[in-house]
């Protein structure tokens, strides 16, 4: 079964300063999408960033990309120059290409420092 | 555009009681998905409609966990009896179509349940 770890509970950054989330996952599938989502105090859990497994090339939104490395079936974000408004938590989240569900992780809770 | 809307956005009930959810997708969007979040841990899905049909509910808890979505577009998700470990959030999130393509989720606000 496709599982999905976040091995950090929570993260900490300094305003301005670049941190990385990690995220593995476990699939036997060749494609498939993978997910950043965002859920900030108030609850509405958003997309931050998206990577379809069979595009070489990292995504990236603004300040949010992504290092995905298919072999070693990693997905981490890296946010760059964090603002106070990125404190949330993030989840990584993983869909097959021919199924609909969502496999989540734990999710990270990522603290600002001003 | 509108969001998906999500109501109540909290609830306290006494264990054994019933409550339940509403739930508004984004206009056009075909497919619906109740997921519960207990704190610190990610969302797990009960139920997913494609239009008024159930997909999958393999999830959900059917002794005491029912969802209806009449005329594939609003959606009520109810509990009876409620237990403790219901206590959680739930959340509403309605994408365009589940079919190959990554599309992509839209969550409400969530309802946040405590059970006591």
């Known amino acids: 079964a496709q599982t999905v770890t976040q091995s950090q509970p929570e993260m900490s950054v300094q305003e301005a300063e670049t941190v990385t989330l990690s995220c593995t996952y476990d699939?036997?599938?060749?494609?498939?999408?993978l997910f950043w989502y965002k859920q900030p105090p108030s609850r509405q859990m958003i997309l931050v960033i998206r990577?379809?497994?069979?595009k070489q090339q990292n995504a990236t939104e603004n300040r949010f990309s992504v290092n995905f490395q298919k072999a070693a079936k990693s997905f981490s974000l890296k946010i760059s120059d964090s603002q106070l408004g990125d404190a949330a938590m993030y989840f990584c989240?993983?869909?097959?290409?021919?199924?609909?569900?969502?496999?989540w992780g734990a999710g990270t809770k990522l603290i600002i420092k001003p | 555009e509108a969001g998906v809307a999500q109501s109540p956005r909290y609830k306290i009930i006494e264990k054994r009681q019933s409550v339940a959810f509403w739930c508004n997708p984004i206009?056009?969007?075909?497919?619906l998905y109740w997921y519960q979040q207990i704190l610190g841990q990610g969302p797990k899905l009960l139920i997913q409609?494609?239009?008024?049909?159930?997909?999958?509910d393999s999830q959900l808890p059917k002794d005491r966990f029912s969802a209806e979505r009449l005329k594939g577009v609003d959606s009520t998700l109810k509990i009876q009896p409620a237990k403790l470990e219901d206590s959680a959030v739930y959340l509403c999130?309605?994408?365009?179509?589940?079919?190959?393509?990554?599309?992509?989720?839209?969550f409400g606000p969530g309802t946040r349940l405590t059970v006591l």
């Open positions: 999130a309605s994408s365009l179509s589940a079919v190959r393509g990554g599309n992509e989720q839209f």
């Open positions: 206009s056009g969007h075909a497919t």
């Open positions: 409609f494609q239009n008024n049909g159930v997909v999958d």
């Open positions: 699939t036997s599938e060749s494609d498939y999408y």
């Open positions: 990577q379809e497994a069979y």
């Open positions: 989240a993983y869909r097959e290409g021919s199924n609909y569900q969502l496999i």
